[in-house]
């Protein structure tokens, strides 16, 4: 590893205006970037250290839902019994991803902002779109872990898991880049690589994310968040799919967010309208299940992504018909 | 498609000049960390820069405080194996995956491979080597002895440390628990059912 | 003068006697009416306490004073010459001690695998050697390359080799007149391409009369041993001898490399020590060339080097288990009986010429056997041994046609069907154990409403390993009781430190916590490799032997304080004894304090042969239980039962970790581990442990393992060891149970949701019409 300076900031605001004239990394949890930092994939002169913030930990009750600063451990947004109770789906997701350690490391911050895990991105030595190059080397390389949506341009997945579930709940990422705060949707703030290939999020230079704001307006005890991969103790998922139902108690508010597919969380509307046409019965999982390939275009080695996105979305409509109202 | 092999991506090249105060300045802050700079939070203009040389590091390992002279970017388990002598945690795969150099930060497992020393500032380290000793061991060592818990014995001392966090976290897990609870620590040899076990015996003497 | 005695061999209710002539010295067999008090017991390792809180020191954890830090620099490209490197840069980095170059230490300039090495140097810091390191500039002569079994086969294809090395090149039957690394001598090869044609001809026949044909491809794929610890040591110079704190399985192997006139360093002296080994699994018998180098840059720099390899040099370089590509046609009569058996099969060395075979055609009575064996190069890291070489790769195949054979023949149940063509006196009595606690006859569940399949399924395994001579060990009784007994060997994590203490207690009459070992020292007698499973079985017998020997000394000094029989004395639990089991109220201790010397020192060796014994072979049966998510391809291995005989068993708690161990070493290979090859650049794309996956805790079955306790009369301690048998069947069994719960079959490991989706899928399209005679699943 190559020794750089590590900038602390005091505030949000310095660090916001550090990193602007610098080009510095942020570092949060650490997990992401030192490891890309080993691998000479970024050789930062300077990284600029969030953990010493004050005020961007927590979870705190609003008027209208919960707040959750970015600096929040991944273990303690699972286990916050606000989360557990209104919105199982992001607890139940943090605990399928990654490991003990990690999750009490690794921030929300970090993890809705870390690099897809492309191996090729992550190996030096592989210019792409990505990082400065141009062309992707998965979509005529291996590829099995690759995107089968949205892949022209670039077939990263979208590594984390809880983007999709902070879609499906229509989640507010609140930004800060000097003294200007903003909030983006959740379904906005994930970006494809046609919109633009060298970021996965809508981040200015200089922006932060402090905090992500889940509306209780959107919380409902019909969920589901299925995912398959290869192995059950720390793997990333092959493909992920997340299911809110009536959200708010609002008949046919429903969302479906398809995750480890496509380069951001994939919402579904037409799989929505489908839901929304009729009872989860199993003509319903038939019809979600011709449908939900649409769009794609498997490469060489993963179109078993489909008939994998298939049975994730017949367990979804299970277990949500399986769950008791209230 | 560009397939011809080439060069990395070069490096944030911008430099960022450091004004000499500035720098001399952080040498002592780092000391005081995280009171310092939370103390002077939104005062002054500028982060606090450290390194890239060493800086004075002042962590609490094993309930005894210390100081030692490091790099900012040296990471936990580095400072750990190379400036304390605390070789329980290992390098393995040095990436997070493997939970080899697990110790905990303030009762919380973490990869010390993969953050930074200085982040653990204020923060209570425990690694194997605060957990028993020889001479004195915990529960849960005992029973990893009489539950031929370990093979090689490489990542033995981070599960050692992961299941004695689990314990303190949950003193009557169930195997599910004690599965999830150690799925973040590889280990080669294939000693998870005997780590069960041990856990489960401990569980069940009410130690931890 | 060679004793004649008679002993019982054999196990449970399959005793018969022996005639055993005792070679010089050596002392008969423990008997199964012997009351033993240490050997057979669950007793906690040795070394536990030490791995328990973190004080035992590995490789990786020495840091002698002043030591500095070596990297290798590899190279990038899969297949090149290096036409130059220069230093110059390199050199003058801060920090910088030592440096060196590949092709001037090795004499090869030429890179055939992305990860090869190139050059090396040593520097104060870990952050200066890596800055250093990457100073180096590398002129490569880059060259097309191949990185697969199935583009390096193909016509026109790269060569990966240099010279006039072929790509695929028959291994089996072997060439006549080959030279080394080379190719055939065209003459002498004639007279075996017609034994090969003569004996196609013969079985194409038998397997055109049988009564069922089946046939199979198969693929396995490249593992790597990914030790935890890597590979490599800490090497220091001190007055004129080198000293090499090493990741090794074989210490004396590691020092013979390095004091070799042969080899690159040279050193008249060279002690190594392991006392803690973290893993090698088959990787690490070679001092290799991080060793080699470490051991220069040290001689360089002047100061100790700790020249361990990081992760991704560890998983491109430091070996793997070969993949393989294996065709069969297997011919059965109606009556069960395996008639024929034709195999093709291909593997990949890597860039070597190290051995990449199938073992396939052993286990069961095939019939006639008609075998053709080809390694193919790829330009990627070279294979090593890996725990079992061969046979995993071999059973995978072998017992998924064993399966299909089954099936074909209307009724007869996989497990019967093994039982007729399988001799194997210690198996034959494992089936039924495995086939009662797996539960092979309990209804499966079908999918319905749930998407979850189940199904069992069963393979064999076989071992040789009685081990043989090579071994010595000192034992030392001193005059204040205290015990020690040495062997220079190493334990990767196995238990040998264990065993051997167990057994030198158990000879001496004491119990395991007063006796100390020390192993790990080439300067301590010498001892075997950890290797094929014998290490055991070869370094037991000489502990027992010199344990043995050094009692009679110490009854012989017994016997003249106190004027009685010497042949009427023994010790037992700590106690002087006499014959008929009376105490003569002396205790080891006091016993010990009538030595006129300090001490008694024994340094025995092993027989150099083992006896005809019961069985040249352990067995074993495993079989597995596997639930299919049939919507998404996740299967999940909920229960292996691994029947297994390892002789005499010395500590039955060590030896089940060993099963258990090679169990989930097998599902893995069954079910995760691959490496992966980028086709763009050459380059492993996971050197690493995310994206190699190696089973954790939730993956990790429910582990049945029951032992076979074998008096097998092969040595006086009659041990077999366990490190590789438990490892072959696991993938096949796991491969069986799957195709039982899909009802298609994967013909591919690792099994993962894609293939298993694929399988589904293939089997739900139209059939494309029967082409084989009888071939049903």
């Known amino acids: ?326 | 498609m560009d397939k011809k092999p080439e060069e990395p991506p070069e490096g944030v090249s911008r430099r960022h000049f450091l004004k000499g105060a500035g720098a001399a300045a952080a040498a002592v802050s780092v000391a005081q960390l995280p009171s310092e700079v939370q103390g002077s939070n939104g005062t002054e203009d500028e982060p606090t820069i450290l390194g890239p040389g060493p800086v004075p590091i002042q962590l609490r390992i094993n309930g005894v405080d210390g100081q030692t002279e490091a790099a900012p970017s040296t990471t936990l388990l580095d400072l750990l194996r190379d400036h304390q002598g605390l070789t329980g945690a290992k390098r393995v795969c040095d990436r997070g995956s493997c939970g080899a150099c697990t110790v905990l930060l303030d009762g919380r497992t973490v990869d010390s491979c993969s953050m930074l020393a200085i982040d653990a500032v204020g923060s209570e380290i425990t690694t194997v080597e605060g957990i028993g000793t020889p001479e004195n061991l915990s529960d849960l060592q005992q029973a990893f002895i009489e539950k031929d818990a370990l093979q090689c014995g490489f990542c033995t001392p981070g599960m050692v440390v992961s299941c004695t966090a689990l314990l303190k976290e949950n003193p009557s897990p169930d195997r599910e628990q004690i599965r999830r609870g150690i799925s973040g620590n590889i280990c080669r040899c294939g000693t998870y059912q005997n780590i069960i076990e041990a856990v489960e015996h401990v569980s069940r003497k009410g130690g931890k | ?777």
């Not at chain 1, 809880?162 to 609140?174: Q, R, T």
């Not at chain 3, 007279?191 to 038998?206: F, G, H, N």
């Not at chain 3, 090593?384 to 064993?402: C, D, K, N, T, Y």
């Open chain 1, 1 to 326: 590893m190559k020794p750089f300076k590590v900038a602390i900031p005091k505030s949000v605001e310095q660090a916001s205006r550090f990193q602007k004239s610098d080009d510095s990394p942020f570092i949060a949890g650490g997990t992401d970037l030192l490891a890309r930092i080993k691998e000479y994939v970024v050789q930062p002169e300077t990284i600029v250290d969030l953990k010493r913030i004050e005020g961007m930990t927590g979870i705190t009750s609003t008027d209208d839902g919960i707040r959750i600063g970015a600096l929040t451990t991944m273990n303690e947004v699972a286990t916050d019994g606000s989360v557990t109770d209104d919105y199982p789906a992001l607890s139940e997701t943090i605990m399928n991803a990654a490991t003990p350690q990690i999750r009490n490391m690794a921030t929300i911050g970090g993890n809705i902002c870390q690099k897809p895990r492309c191996w090729y991105l992550r190996h030096e030595g592989y210019s792409c779109a990505k990082n400065g190059g141009s062309g992707c080397w998965a979509r005529e390389g291996e590829n099995e872990f690759h995107a089968i949506f949205d892949n022209q341009v670039c077939a990263v997945t979208s590594p984390s898991n809880v983007a999709p579930v902070l879609v499906a709940y229509s989640a507010l990422i609140e930004i800060q880049g000097g003294e200007e705060k903003r909030e983006i949707p959740a379904e906005d703030f994930f970006i494809t690589p046609d919109q633009d290939p060298g970021r996965e999020v809508l981040l200015e230079p200089g922006e932060v994310v402090i905090s992500i704001h889940l509306p209780a307006k959107n919380r409902t005890k019909k969920w589901s968040y299925t995912e398959a991969r290869e192995k059950q103790s720390f793997d990333w998922a092959q493909a992920s799919v997340t299911m809110l139902y009536d959200r708010g108690g609002r008949k046919g508010d429903h969302r479906v967010v398809l995750g480890a597919v496509s380069p951001a969380p994939l919402r579904r509307d037409d799989l929505e309208k489908i839901l929304k046409s009729g009872s989860l019965d199993d003509a319903m999982i038939k019809k979600l299940q011709m449908k939900i390939g649409d769009g794609s275009h498997p490469l060489s080695q993963n179109g078993y992504k489909v008939p994998m996105l298939r049975g994730l979305i017949a367990q979804g409509v299970r277990n949500i018909s399986g769950r008791k109202e209230g």
């Open chain 3, 1 to 777: 003068m060679a004793e004649e005695i008679t002993i019982k061999v054999g196990f449970g209710d399959h005793f018969r006697d022996l005639t055993v002539r005792l070679q010089d010295g050596d002392i008969a067999p423990w008997q199964p009416d012997q009351q033993l008090d240490v050997v057979g017991k669950r007793l906690p390792r040795l070394d536990a306490v030490a791995k328990v809180t973190g004080t035992a020191k590995f490789a990786q954890d020495q840091n002698p004073a002043g030591m500095i830090h070596g990297r290798i620099l590899r190279s990038p490209h899969p297949n090149a010459d290096i036409r130059s490197v220069d230093l110059s840069a390199a050199k003058a980095m801060p920090g910088v001690r030592a440096v060196l170059t590949v092709p001037e230490v090795f004499e090869d300039s030429s890179a055939r695998f992305a990860g090869a090495e190139i050059a090396a140097i040593a520097a104060d810091t870990e952050q200066q050697a890596d800055a250093a390191m990457r100073a180096i500039q590398v002129e490569y002569d880059i060259k097309d390359f191949c990185v697969t079994i199935d583009t390096s086969m193909e016509d026109g294809a790269p060569q990966v080799g240099r010279g006039d090395q072929k790509n695929v090149q028959r291994v089996s039957p072997r060439s006549r007149g080959r030279r080394r690394g080379g190719n055939a001598n065209p003459g002498a090869d004639q007279q075996v391409l017609d034994r090969m044609a003569a004996r196609e001809k013969e079985v194409s026949a038998l397997l055109a009369a049988s009564d069922v044909v089946v046939e199979g491809t198969f693929r396995t794929q490249v593992q790597t041993h990914a030790p935890f610890e890597t590979h490599g040591a800490v090497c220091s110079w001190e007055d004129g001898q080198l000293v090499c704190w090493a990741s090794t399985q074989a210490t004396f192997g590691f020092r013979g490399e390095l004091t070799s006139n042969w080899g690159q360093v040279k050193a008249s002296e060279c002690r190594v020590l392991s006392e803690y080994v973290g893993g090698g699994f088959g990787s690490k018998f070679s001092a290799g060339r991080e060793g080699v180098i470490g051991a220069l840059l040290a001689k360089e720099a002047g100061v100790p080097v700790k020249m361990m390899l990081d992760r991704s040099g560890e998983q491109t370089s430091a070996g793997n288990r070969p993949d393989a590509l294996q065709k069969m046609r297997m011919g059965v009569n109606k009556d069960g009986v395996i008639q024929a058996l034709q195999i093709r099969s291909w593997g990949t060395p890597g860039s070597g010429t190290g051995g990449a075979g199938a073992h396939n055609d052993g286990i069961y009575k095939l019939g006639e056997v008609d075998k053709v064996e080809y390694g193919v190069r790829t330009n990627c890291g070279g294979a090593r041994a890996h725990r079992a070489p061969g046979w995993p790769q071999g059973s995978f195949a072998l017992e998924q046609m064993m399966d299909m054979a089954a099936h074909s023949l209307d009724g007869i149940d996989p497990i019967e069907f093994r039982k007729k063509n399988d001799d194997h006196p210690i198996r034959v009595a494992e089936y039924d154990i495995a086939k009662e606690r797996i539960g092979w006859n309990k209804a499966r569940v079908r999918g319905g409403a749930s998407n979850i399949c189940t199904g069992v399924g069963i393979a064999s395994n076989l071992w040789f390993s009685a081990g043989g001579g090579g071994a010595s060990a000192l034992v030392r009784i001193s005059k204040d009781g205290s015990v020690e007994i040495r062997n220079g060997a190493q334990d990767i994590g196995t238990g040998t430190r264990t065993v051997m203490g167990m057994v030198a207690a158990e000879e001496l009459g004491i119990p395991l916590d007063m006796v100390s070992t020390r192993i790990g020292d080439t300067n301590d007698p010498q001892g075997p490799m950890s290797g094929g499973s014998t290490t055991i079985g070869t370094l037991t017998p000489a502990a027992r032997l010199a344990a043995h020997y050094a009692k009679k000394e110490l009854l012989a000094v017994v016997a003249d304080r106190k004027g009685w029989d010497p042949t009427d004395l023994d010790i037992r639990k700590a106690r002087v004894i006499r014959n008929d089991g009376s105490d003569t109220g002396l205790s080891f201790h006091d016993a010990c304090q009538l030595m006129d010397d300090d001490a008694i020192e024994v340094l025995k060796a092993r027989p150099r042969r083992n006896y005809a014994g019961f069985s040249d072979t352990n067995a074993g049966v495993q079989a597995a239980e596997v639930e299919v998510d049939m919507e998404t391809g996740v299967v999940r291995v909920k229960k292996v039962v691994a029947v297994a005989d390892a002789g005499k068993l010395i500590n039955p708690m060590t030896a089940e970790s060993q099963v258990r161990g090679g169990v989930i070493q097998g599902v893995s290979y069954a079910l995760t581990e691959r490496r992966i090859m980028d086709r763009h650049k050459g380059r492993m794309l996971n050197d690493d442990l995310e994206n190699y996956k190696i089973l954790g805790s939730l993956d990790c079955p429910e582990i049945d393992v029951v032992l076979v306790d074998v008096y097998n009369g092969k040595s006086n301690t009659q041990v077999m060891g366990l490190g590789e048998p438990p490892i072959v069947a696991t993938a096949a069994a796991v491969a069986n149970a799957v195709a039982d719960a899909i009802g298609t079959r994967v013909f591919e490991i690792p099994i993962t949701p894609k293939k298993v989706l694929e399988a589904i899928a293939s089997k739900k399209a139209p059939d494309p019409g029967g082409k084989k005679k009888g071939a049903r699943l």
